[in-house]
């Protein structure tokens, strides 16, 4: 029996919301699993707008580091075995590469191996308003086998802070390669769905 540890790749690109990328680093260190990380050239500007990390305190989340133009690294390769890929946030021109497999970067090369080795791409795409050639982009990336995970909040946990939201937002996402977070809370599970429902209709008049 293989005793490795299980391998993800993340990349984090330059959209808003690098948060979401750093908590993902954080949360599969806690679950064991290794990461692997590849960072573009405008999320490390992000990186110094929206935290007060710096290139070394962001690269110590990962497991591995792997330079933006190193495509020779060992996640461009599909015999590099990984549960797949999670890029958090995946900005529009991301999405846009990936969605044409004309790929100029490991980042998107990455990926474009994640989706020809049929193994899990989830993007935490995040604009807004989006255009019908982001929304034709995010079809191309479906129908390839990808997974469009926006970062969409979930009101129903009844969140206390901003953190609260980041975290469960990240944890859906991790769902999506059968890694479980501990205490996320799920509807039907940790949340009573009779009680919240109950305030459902009587909030909306029912």
Not at 9 to 27: K, N, P
Not at 64 to 70: S, T
Not at 83 to 89: R, S
Not at 183 to 205: C, F, L, N, Q, T
Request: glycine letters at 6%; aromatic letters at 4%; one cysteine or more.
């Amino acid at each position: 029996m293989s005793t490795k540890r299980q391998r993800l790749v993340v990349g984090i690109s330059g959209a808003t919301g690098i948060i979401y990328g750093i908590r993902a680093l954080q949360m599969l260190k806690a679950l064991d699993v290794e990461s692997h990380l590849v960072v573009s050239k405008a999320a490390e500007m992000t990186r110094s707008y929206e935290t007060d990390l710096s290139r070394e305190q962001l690269y110590a989340l990962a497991d591995h580091v792997h330079p933006i133009a190193d495509v020779g690294a060992s996640i461009a390769s599909g015999s590099f075995r990984t549960l797949g890929m999670l890029v958090a946030p995946c900005s529009v021109r991301t999405l846009a590469e990936i969605a044409s497999g004309v790929t100029t970067t490991l980042l998107t090369r990455a990926a474009d191996v994640v989706l020809k080795e049929r193994r899990r791409l989830v993007l935490m795409v995040r604009e807004a308003p989006l255009h019908s050639g982001h929304l034709r982009n995010m079809l191309a990336v479906s129908d390839l086998g990808g997974v469009i995970h926006p970062p969409v909040p979930a009101f129903y946990t009844h969140p206390t802070s901003l953190a609260d939201i980041v975290d469960h937002t990240v944890a859906r996402a991790l769902d999506s390669f059968g890694l479980e977070v501990e205490d996320m809370p799920r509807w039907g599970e940790s949340i009573d769905v009779a009680p919240a429902a109950r305030k459902y209709a009587a909030a909306v008049g029912h």
